[in-house]
């Protein structure tokens, strides 16, 4: 199993500003995932992160806009840049294992 | 594309009722489905994966079956209780898509006592 941490829980930011999150896993993983969950919505794949490497987005997501660190195997950042009212959404930090975990998430509101 | 759609949108049952949740996807091409849990302020618990290859899977109260030829999963809640209260999600992994989910819109289900 994997344990998976993030932070924060929770953030109101202002337009225009940027906000880092961060996922500690308790175990080493090849490939991290971000998703976004906007509110009423699905969740939707945001990037794979892969450690040593850039991280590879999804169509209608770019780098500028969610810049993701990894910088070893047990720890990324996804920092949503520049942000707007459309950014509130919750952010979700995933491992695959024998199953797929998700961290708890961040629930970020953009005034 | 591979697109994931939940039948029904919502649900609420008394308690003591069998359920079931439905989830249909276009692609057969799928590596593995998995069924989940999301709580209100929580992430995501897994309840259930089905590898491509198998029909079903078990655990306690719930069992989820894979028809991968038709594109249909279910879960079944046996006896259901009011803490069984929550989203209900499923999202398929593609043949070639290690680790990416695409993910259903989910059942928000209400059991009430």
């Known amino acids: 199993s994997a344990v998976i941490s993030q932070k924060p829980s929770r953030d109101i930011c202002q337009r225009g500003t940027s906000l880092t999150i961060q996922c500690q896993v308790d175990?080493?993983?090849?490939?991290m995932f971000w998703y976004r969950q906007q509110p009423g919505q699905s969740l939707t794949l945001i990037a794979t992160a892969n450690q040593g490497s850039e991280a590879t987005y999804e169509s209608g997501f770019v780098i500028d806009k969610f810049p993701i660190s990894r910088p070893n195997l047990t720890f990324s950042t996804l920092t949503v840049s520049n942000m707007s009212p459309e950014d509130s959404s919750i952010y979700l930090c995933?491992?695959?294992?024998?199953?797929?975990?998700f961290g708890a998430g961040t629930r970020l509101s953009v005034l | 594309k591979q697109e994931v759609t939940q039948i029904p949108a919502a649900l609420s049952v008394p308690e003591g009722e069998n359920l079931v949740l439905n989830c249909s996807f276009t692609d057969s091409a799928i590596y593995n489905l998995q069924w989940f849990r999301q709580d209100p302020g929580k992430g995501l618990t897994s309840l259930l994966l089905i590898q491509s290859s198998q029909r079903e899977q078990t655990s306690g109260r719930l069992n989820a079956s894979l028809d991968k030829s038709s594109g249909r999963s279910t879960l079944y809640i046996a006896a259901s209780q009011p803490g069984d209260s929550a989203t209900y999600l499923c999202?398929?992994?593609?043949?070639?898509?290690?680790?990416?989910?695409?993910f259903g819109q989910g059942t928000i289900l209400t059991v009430h006592p």
């Open positions: 995933s491992v695959q294992g024998n199953i797929q975990y």
């Open positions: 175990s080493q993983v090849t490939m």
């Open positions: 999202a398929v992994v593609g043949g070639t898509s290690y680790g990416k989910l695409t």
